[in-house]
C-alpha cells in the first residue's frame, strides 16, 4: 500500500465513521471502485484507532465528568447518562462476537451494500422528517439508551451506518438532532474501544509500518473535523443532504 492509498482511506474513514453514511460500505466499495487491493482489516482495524483518538480528543471532558458522576451514582443527569451508555453498548458487544465474521462476509458485495445505504437513508429521512424532536440529552432514561444501543448492533452489516443508525433511531425517541448526534458519538466510544481492542491483534508489528501511522493520523484528524462539524450542522439544518447523498450512491453503485 502507497503513501497515498493509506492517506486517502484515513480521510475516508474518519469522514464517513461519525457523518451518517457508512464508514464500513466506503472502506470496501473505494478499493471495488479504484480497483484497488483489499487493504486488508488489519489496517482497517488500525483506522478505527484513529477515530477512536478523534471521540477521545472532542468528548475526553464529558467522558471525565460521566466517569466520575456514574461511579458515585450521585442521580445526577450525568450518572443516568453514564449507565445509559453502558446499558446501550451491551447489544452491540453480544451481536458483534456472535456474528461479525459472517455479516462481513455475507456483506461484502457491493449491490446488498447499495441497498442498505439506500434503505437505511430513507429511514433516516422519515425520522429528520416525521419524529417529535423535543428532548434534550437530559431527557435519556435507561429504555432509551437501550433501545439505541439495540439499533447500533444493526450498524454491523456494511452499509447502515453506525451514526446514521443511532441518530436515527434517538430521533425517533423524540431527541432533537443536536442532541441524538451527540448521544451517538458517546455511545460510539466504547464500542470502538472495544474492537479495537479485539482486533489489536490482528494488526501485529503492521503497526509500527509508515502507512499505518499515516492512515490512524488522517482518520483521527478527519474523524475529529468530521464531529465538529456535525454538531455545529445539526443546530440549525436538517439531515436532508445525508439522505440524498446516500440514495444517490446506492444507486449509483446496485446499476454499476
Known amino acids: 500500500m502507497d503513501y497515498a492509498q493509506a492517506a486517502l482511506l484515513g480521510l475516508l474513514q474518519g469522514l464517513t465513521e461519525f457523518l451518517p453514511i457508512s464508514s464500513s460500505a466506503h472502506l470496501v466499495l473505494l478499493p471495488w471502485?479504484?480497483?484497488w487491493k483489499y487493504q486488508g482489516l488489519a489496517f482497517d482495524v488500525a483506522l478505527h484507532w484513529g477515530t477512536l483518538l478523534a471521540l477521545v480528543i472532542?468528548?475526553?471532558?464529558q467522558w471525565r465528568q460521566l466517569l466520575l458522576s456514574g461511579l458515585?451514582?450521585?442521580?445526577?443527569?450525568?450518572?443516568?447518562?453514564?449507565?445509559?451508555i453502558?446499558?446501550?453498548?451491551?447489544?452491540?458487544?453480544?451481536?458483534?462476537?456472535?456474528?461479525?465474521?459472517?455479516?462481513?462476509?455475507?456483506?461484502?458485495?457491493?449491490?446488498?451494500?447499495?441497498?442498505?445505504?439506500m434503505a437505511f437513508g430513507i429511514l433516516l429521512g422519515l425520522a429528520d422528517l416525521k419524529a417529535v424532536q423535543s428532548k434534550g440529552l437530559d431527557g435519556l432514561n435507561l429504555k432509551t439508551?437501550?433501545?439505541?444501543?439495540?439499533?447500533?448492533?444493526?450498524?454491523?452489516?456494511?452499509?447502515?451506518?453506525?451514526?446514521?443508525?443511532?441518530i436515527t433511531a434517538a430521533l425517533f425517541l423524540g431527541l432533537?438532532?443536536?442532541?441524538?448526534?451527540?448521544?451517538?458519538?458517546?455511545?460510539?466510544?466504547?464500542?470502538?474501544l472495544g474492537a479495537g481492542l479485539l482486533e489489536i491483534a490482528k494488526i501485529g508489528p503492521d503497526i509500527a509500518a509508515v502507512p499505518f501511522g499515516i492512515g490512524i493520523a488522517t482518520s483521527a484528524i478527519s474523524g475529529y473535523l468530521a464531529i465538529q462539524f456535525l454538531l455545529a450542522y445539526?443546530?440549525?439544518?436538517?439531515?436532508?443532504?445525508?439522505v440524498l447523498y446516500r440514495l444517490a450512491i446506492g444507486v449509483l453503485l446496485f446499476f454499476l
Not at 458515585?72 to 453514564?82: A, E, I, P
Not at 461484502?108 to 447499495?114: C, L, T, V
Not at 447500533?152 to 451514526?163: D, F, I, K, M, N
Request: aromatic residues 8%.
Open 145 to 166: 439508551c437501550l433501545l439505541i444501543g439495540l439499533a447500533q448492533a444493526v450498524a454491523l452489516v456494511p452499509g447502515v451506518s453506525r451514526s446514521g443508525i443511532t
Open 58 to 61: 472532542c468528548f475526553w471532558r
Open 234 to 242: 445539526v443546530r440549525t439544518k436538517n439531515l436532508n443532504v445525508f
Open 72 to 84: 458515585k451514582r450521585d442521580g445526577t443527569v450525568n450518572s443516568r447518562l453514564f449507565w445509559g
Open 86 to 117: 453502558v446499558l446501550g453498548t451491551i447489544p452491540a458487544v453480544i451481536a458483534g462476537l456472535a456474528l461479525e465474521d459472517r455479516v462481513e462476509t455475507v456483506f461484502h458485495d457491493p449491490k446488498p451494500i447499495a441497498l442498505t445505504l
Open 176 to 192: 432533537n438532532r443536536e442532541a441524538a448526534a451527540r448521544f451517538s458519538f458517546l455511545l460510539a466510544v466504547p464500542v470502538v
Open 33 to 35: 471502485a479504484l480497483g
